[in-house]
């Protein structure tokens, strides 16, 4: 019986010893690491900032606009678009569009004073 | 007209006197000389030099006599004469059509003209003339400008040298913005670095490389947003910041700001696990984003359907507003601390909401209600407002730093707090509540997809009897499909019947 007594008290005094198993609030905790999920992108990126598109979208037209036309002030109001655009863009988003974009901007003003070398007219 | 007459009268004199046999051949001839000469004379009227009516006299006959080139050396001459002589020209010009019938080339003759030498005498009365024309000159003259398009100076393309440098305005602007912010991101990164690390095992994860490694850097999704991912804590599964800078790298947004002043903002989301956090849904704010927050939110609309009430009660300050379930959840998370960090913070406070029905915005969806209730997450978001109002220095990331602490200890009291009996079951109410008025709401759309389901499995398994080759066995499948019917039909008949009974 000392024995069995002696026996529950070491065994005790082990468990006391040994560093508390409850969970302290403030550790990190390995196990509980989650890995990181990039949020569901089919309706974000519109949702939170449509301006990239518009303007790639703007600067085309504008840009059609300007070579159909011959309108000098087409051509650069595309490729202001086309620039902010570019500025506006979200890292994941292809950058063979804005490159075509901006090289039909380019082409449209291009074409448009080799067509007609005479300065741009106010309108005014 | 005068000369002409008389000469004509002499004709008939003669004409008379001489009309007797004889002398009728002479008659005859010196009439034909009169009327010559006196066409003649009349041409060569206003001739002040005799010399050259004599000339001209006999040159007169030679003109017919000779062929083309003496006519063609004389009639220069005439022609010279009857261009000076303004008066006659119209007369003169058709006796000399008529005299010169055998000319066919009009244009050689306009050709000599050119290279034979002008008469001073001719040109007698054209001395006063030049003198009047110039005496008209003497009006102001205007002299208008070259147009532009045919100018070839720099100075008529100003506009397109206007828009080369609004476009070098606007790059210049990119590179400077894009640095700018990515100077505040690593301010605010290095500042709040150790805490975090402190706190998580993983800070920073793109999700991309295969184990869960801590990059320890920022996530660029924009030139104006950042993202970090921090895991590996308990009681929640992650905590994503985004560092949601001022779009300082366009241009347009640059002067629109300066109309309306805005702030760089830190969004903090972190997910809790479901055990860790009770069911009740809470937000304090400024009482513009709480009215903002309310009409966005599909939670807070949902739960939380009164106006934001003052904050005053609990000791905070009049900008700040509280959101809440019911009472006592407000109750227990104004303790002291609480109440200690958002007053001292209260300017950069923006929005603080914790909910467990968490599904973001609400969706506006065109075919009307969606079918079954969005997935909610138990969440905790915090905006934060970078001081400066858009004039941020890298220095004022350290400001930001206690609102961490802030963060970490909301997320130490979310696993803590939870609500006694009559909180929850208030609680279970309200979810059971919101569910049932969902489901009131789409019970039309939801039957007619259960209908719709129903109509493809009929349409696929008859697709599928279609295909079978076998004879027998689609003999077979269709006598099983049959049977299927027949038993769905009696049972509803069943429940027909037990309805009625009941009913009687």
New interface residues.
Partial sequence: MATGFGLWVWIGALGSACPSRG????????R???????PPSECNPALDDPTPDYMNLLGMIFSMCGLMLKLKWCA?VA??CS??SF??????EDTKQMMSSFMLSISAVVMSYLQNP?????PW | MYRMAVHFGVLFFFFKFFSQGAMKVLHTFCVVLLVFWSVSEAKFDDFEDEEDIVEYDDNDFAEFEDVMEDSVTESPQRVITTEDDEDETTVELEGQDENQEDFEDVDTQEGDTESEPYDDEEFEGYEDKPDTSSSKNKDPITIVDVP??LQNSWE?????IL?VT??LA??MN?IIGKNKNSRLAQAWFNSHRELLE?????VG???TNKE?TSTGKLN????HIYNL?C????????M?IQLRFL?R????NVLARMMRPVSDQVQIKVTMNDEDMDTYVFAVGTRKALVRLQKEMQDLSEFCSDKPKSGAKYGLPDSLAILSEMGEVTDGMMDTKMVHFLTHYADKIESVHFSDQFSGPKIMQEEGQPLKLPDTKRTLLFTFNVPGSGNTYPKDMEALLPLMNMV?YSI?KA?KFRLNREGKQKADKNRARVEENFLKLTHVQRQEAAQSRREEKKRAEKERIMNEEDPEKQRRLEEAALRREQKKLEKKQMKMKQIKVKAM
């Fill in positions: 969970r302290d609030l403030s550790a990190p905790d390995p509980a690491c989650r890995r990181y999920k990039p650069w490729v202001y620039f902010i500025a506006n863009s979200r890292s994941s005479q300065p741009m007219t106010p | 532009a398009h008529s393309y100003y506009l397109e828009m609004g476009l606007y790059i990119y402190s706190n998580f095992t993983l994860d793109d999700g869960a660029q999704e924009n030139e991912w895991s590996g804590r308990v009681c929640c599964e992650g994503l779009k790298q366009d241009l347009l970490i130490d696993k």
